[in-house]
Protein backbone atom coordinates (compact mmCIF):
# COMPACT_ATOMS: atom_id res chain seq x y z
CA UNK A 1 0.00 0.00 0.00
CA UNK A 2 1.36 3.43 -0.90
CA UNK A 3 1.09 5.98 1.53
CA UNK A 4 -1.96 8.17 1.85
CA UNK A 5 -0.84 11.76 0.70
CA UNK A 6 -3.05 15.02 2.33
CA UNK A 7 -3.32 18.46 1.01
CA UNK A 8 -0.69 20.08 3.74
CA UNK A 9 -1.73 23.48 2.67
CA UNK A 10 -4.01 24.05 5.46
CA UNK A 11 -4.48 22.59 9.01
CA UNK A 12 -7.31 19.29 8.70
CA UNK A 13 -9.90 19.46 11.83
CA UNK A 14 -10.41 16.79 13.45
CA UNK A 15 -13.83 16.38 12.17
CA UNK A 16 -13.12 15.86 8.65
CA UNK A 17 -11.55 12.33 9.05
CA UNK A 18 -11.06 10.24 12.15
CA UNK A 19 -8.12 8.89 13.88
CA UNK A 20 -8.72 5.02 14.47
CA UNK A 21 -7.60 5.93 17.90
CA UNK A 22 -10.20 8.50 18.61
CA UNK A 23 -12.79 5.61 17.82
CA UNK A 24 -14.72 3.04 19.48
CA UNK A 25 -12.18 0.18 20.49
CA UNK A 26 -10.84 -2.55 22.37
CA UNK A 27 -8.58 -2.09 25.22
CA UNK A 28 -6.41 -4.67 23.51
CA UNK A 29 -6.43 -2.79 20.19
CA UNK A 30 -6.08 0.82 22.15
CA UNK A 31 -2.87 -0.61 24.42
CA UNK A 32 -1.15 -1.94 21.60
CA UNK A 33 -1.69 1.34 19.61
CA UNK A 34 -0.51 3.65 22.85
CA UNK A 35 2.38 1.24 23.24
CA UNK A 36 3.67 1.33 19.79
CA UNK A 37 3.27 5.75 19.96
CA UNK A 38 5.15 5.59 23.25
CA UNK A 39 7.94 3.39 21.56
CA UNK A 40 8.26 6.04 18.63
CA UNK A 41 8.43 8.76 21.51
CA UNK A 42 11.60 7.13 22.58
CA UNK A 43 12.92 6.39 19.66
CA UNK A 44 12.52 9.81 17.83
CA UNK A 45 13.35 12.16 21.13
CA UNK A 46 9.64 13.05 21.83
CA UNK A 47 10.38 13.93 25.35
CA UNK A 48 12.79 16.19 25.03
CA UNK A 49 11.26 19.69 23.74
CA UNK A 50 8.81 19.13 27.26
CA UNK A 51 12.16 18.06 29.29
CA UNK A 52 14.32 21.02 28.07
CA UNK A 53 11.13 23.59 28.87
CA UNK A 54 10.85 22.36 32.61
CA UNK A 55 14.77 22.53 32.78
CA UNK A 56 14.79 26.04 31.52
CA UNK A 57 11.86 26.86 34.76
CA UNK A 58 14.51 25.85 37.18
CA UNK A 59 11.91 24.49 39.46
CA UNK A 60 13.99 23.40 42.19
CA UNK A 61 14.13 27.55 43.01
CA UNK A 62 10.84 27.92 43.51
CA UNK A 63 10.68 26.68 46.65
CA UNK A 64 7.79 24.51 46.44
CA UNK A 65 6.04 21.16 45.49
CA UNK A 66 5.29 21.88 41.40
CA UNK A 67 2.19 20.32 40.28
CA UNK A 68 1.73 19.28 36.65
CA UNK A 69 -1.21 18.25 34.58
CA UNK A 70 -0.56 16.84 31.94
CA UNK A 71 -4.07 16.42 29.35
CA UNK A 72 -4.42 13.81 27.00
CA UNK A 73 -1.82 12.01 29.09
CA UNK A 74 -2.81 8.73 26.80
CA UNK A 75 -0.27 5.88 27.53
CA UNK A 76 1.45 7.75 30.49
CA UNK A 77 4.75 7.67 29.16
CA UNK A 78 5.03 11.60 29.43
CA UNK A 79 4.52 11.91 33.01
CA UNK A 80 6.89 8.44 33.38
CA UNK A 81 9.49 9.99 32.01
CA UNK A 82 9.20 13.48 34.14
CA UNK A 83 8.59 11.36 37.43
CA UNK A 84 12.17 9.89 36.95
CA UNK A 85 13.53 13.30 35.29
CA UNK A 86 12.27 15.03 38.56
CA UNK A 87 13.54 12.51 40.70
CA UNK A 88 17.10 12.55 39.42
CA UNK A 89 17.14 16.54 40.03
CA UNK A 90 15.50 16.54 43.76
CA UNK A 91 12.66 18.67 42.18
CA UNK A 92 9.11 17.63 44.23
CA UNK A 93 6.54 17.72 42.11
CA UNK A 94 2.57 16.09 42.17
CA UNK A 95 1.81 14.69 38.83
CA UNK A 96 -1.39 14.11 37.36
CA UNK A 97 -2.45 12.71 34.09
CA UNK A 98 -5.83 13.47 33.04
CA UNK A 99 -7.62 12.05 29.62
CA UNK A 100 -10.96 12.12 28.34
CA UNK A 101 -11.05 8.46 27.68
CA UNK A 102 -11.11 5.71 30.72
CA UNK A 103 -10.19 2.77 29.00
CA UNK A 104 -6.65 5.80 28.24
CA UNK A 105 -6.55 6.20 31.71
CA UNK A 106 -6.83 2.53 33.01
CA UNK A 107 -3.88 1.62 30.58
CA UNK A 108 -2.00 4.51 31.88
CA UNK A 109 -2.21 3.21 35.39
CA UNK A 110 -1.03 -0.12 34.27
CA UNK A 111 1.52 0.90 32.56
CA UNK A 112 3.86 2.03 34.96
CA UNK A 113 4.52 -0.40 37.92
CA UNK A 114 5.38 1.59 41.45
CA UNK A 115 4.42 5.00 40.79
CA UNK A 116 3.11 8.13 42.65
CA UNK A 117 1.24 9.90 39.28
CA UNK A 118 -2.57 10.38 39.94
CA UNK A 119 -4.35 9.23 37.08
CA UNK A 120 -8.30 10.70 36.04
CA UNK A 121 -10.47 10.47 33.22
CA UNK A 122 -13.08 13.66 32.33
CA UNK A 123 -12.86 16.39 30.38
CA UNK A 124 -10.10 19.83 31.26
CA UNK A 125 -13.00 21.93 31.17
CA UNK A 126 -15.28 20.00 33.57
CA UNK A 127 -13.05 17.96 35.88
CA UNK A 128 -12.58 19.14 39.61
CA UNK A 129 -8.31 19.34 39.59
CA UNK A 130 -6.14 20.82 42.66
CA UNK A 131 -5.00 23.91 40.51
CA UNK A 132 -2.04 23.25 38.81
CA UNK A 133 1.62 24.90 38.74
CA UNK A 134 1.89 23.85 35.26
CA UNK A 135 0.23 22.10 32.38
CA UNK A 136 1.54 20.24 29.71
CA UNK A 137 0.21 18.01 26.88
CA UNK A 138 2.22 15.92 24.41
CA UNK A 139 0.81 14.97 20.73
CA UNK A 140 -3.08 16.01 22.12
CA UNK A 141 -3.42 19.03 20.62
CA UNK A 142 -3.98 18.14 17.05
CA UNK A 143 -7.34 15.47 18.06
CA UNK A 144 -8.84 19.29 18.74
CA UNK A 145 -10.41 21.26 16.48
CA UNK A 146 -9.45 24.86 16.29
CA UNK A 147 -12.20 26.65 17.95
CA UNK A 148 -11.64 23.64 21.53
CA UNK A 149 -7.70 24.28 20.82
CA UNK A 150 -8.22 27.95 21.55
CA UNK A 151 -10.37 27.36 24.51
CA UNK A 152 -7.62 24.80 25.24
CA UNK A 153 -5.51 27.88 25.72
CA UNK A 154 -7.60 29.95 27.41
CA UNK A 155 -8.06 27.58 30.41
CA UNK A 156 -4.19 27.03 30.38
CA UNK A 157 -3.47 30.58 30.46
CA UNK A 158 -5.98 31.03 33.40
CA UNK A 159 -5.35 28.38 35.31
CA UNK A 160 -1.73 27.55 35.06
CA UNK A 161 0.26 29.26 37.60
CA UNK A 162 3.55 29.50 36.29
CA UNK A 163 3.22 28.33 32.63
CA UNK A 164 1.87 25.49 29.89
CA UNK A 165 3.78 23.92 27.25
CA UNK A 166 2.11 22.15 24.42
CA UNK A 167 4.50 19.34 22.66
CA UNK A 168 2.89 18.38 19.09
CA UNK A 169 3.94 17.41 15.59
CA UNK A 170 5.12 20.06 12.77
CA UNK A 171 2.98 19.99 9.55
CA UNK A 172 5.60 19.15 7.20
CA UNK A 173 5.50 16.45 3.73
CA UNK A 174 8.49 14.78 4.46
CA UNK A 175 7.79 13.55 8.35
CA UNK A 176 4.51 12.29 7.64
CA UNK A 177 5.54 9.93 4.43
CA UNK A 178 8.58 8.68 6.45
CA UNK A 179 6.28 8.12 9.43
CA UNK A 180 3.69 6.02 7.26
CA UNK A 181 6.28 3.78 5.59
CA UNK A 182 8.65 3.37 8.62
CA UNK A 183 5.31 2.42 10.84
CA UNK A 184 4.71 -0.27 8.20
CA UNK A 185 8.45 -1.04 7.91
CA UNK A 186 8.46 -1.88 12.07
CA UNK A 187 4.65 -3.63 12.11
CA UNK A 188 3.51 -0.88 14.52
CA UNK A 189 -0.18 -1.14 15.15
CA UNK A 190 -2.30 -0.82 12.46
CA UNK A 191 -4.09 2.25 14.12
CA UNK A 192 -0.77 3.54 14.46
CA UNK A 193 0.18 2.78 10.62
CA UNK A 194 -3.48 4.75 9.97
CA UNK A 195 -3.15 7.76 11.47
CA UNK A 196 0.39 8.76 11.63
CA UNK A 197 0.21 10.27 8.66
CA UNK A 198 -3.50 12.05 9.36
CA UNK A 199 -1.49 13.38 12.72
CA UNK A 200 0.41 15.29 10.66
CA UNK A 201 -2.24 16.94 7.99
CA UNK A 202 -4.12 17.76 11.38
CA UNK A 203 -0.79 19.23 12.82
CA UNK A 204 0.81 22.89 13.39
CA UNK A 205 3.15 25.70 11.27
CA UNK A 206 4.06 28.56 13.08
CA UNK A 207 1.45 30.93 11.66
CA UNK A 208 -1.26 28.27 12.95
CA UNK A 209 -0.29 28.62 16.08
CA UNK A 210 0.15 32.97 16.46
CA UNK A 211 -3.44 32.65 14.93
CA UNK A 212 -4.59 30.15 17.33
CA UNK A 213 -2.95 31.97 20.50
CA UNK A 214 -4.17 35.37 18.85
CA UNK A 215 -7.63 34.13 18.80
CA UNK A 216 -7.41 32.87 22.85
CA UNK A 217 -6.02 36.44 24.16
CA UNK A 218 -2.41 35.76 23.96
CA UNK A 219 0.27 38.28 22.49
CA UNK A 220 2.99 37.11 20.31
CA UNK A 221 5.25 38.07 23.07
CA UNK A 222 4.16 36.03 25.42
CA UNK A 223 4.50 32.60 24.50
CA UNK A 224 7.55 30.87 22.38
CA UNK A 225 6.58 28.56 19.39
CA UNK A 226 9.74 26.06 18.57
CA UNK A 227 10.95 23.44 15.68
CA UNK A 228 12.19 20.25 16.88
CA UNK A 229 13.68 17.85 15.02
CA UNK A 230 12.38 15.46 14.22
CA UNK A 231 9.24 17.16 13.14
CA UNK A 232 7.97 18.59 16.47
CA UNK A 233 6.36 21.74 16.61
CA UNK A 234 5.91 23.26 20.46
CA UNK A 235 4.39 26.35 22.24
CA UNK A 236 4.78 27.49 25.69
CA UNK A 237 4.48 30.25 28.11
CA UNK A 238 6.14 30.62 31.05
CA UNK A 239 4.26 33.39 33.38
CA UNK A 240 7.06 35.94 34.70
Given at each position: ????????????????????????????????????????????????????????????????????????CGYGDMLRRIERWASRRGIAVELTGLDINPECVAIASQAGGSSSIRWMAGSVFDCRISPPHLVI????????????????????????????????????????????????????????????????????????????????????????????????????????
Open positions: MRPRSFNLSRRKQPEEQAELMDEPSSREDLRGSLSDLARLNRWFLGYRPTLHWLQGLHLHQLGERMHILDVGSSLFAHHLPDAELVRFLRWMEENAAVGWFINDLSRARIPSCLLGRFARAARLHPFVQHDGPLSFARAFRPEDWRRLCAAAGLATRQIEIRAWKPARLCVGRSKP
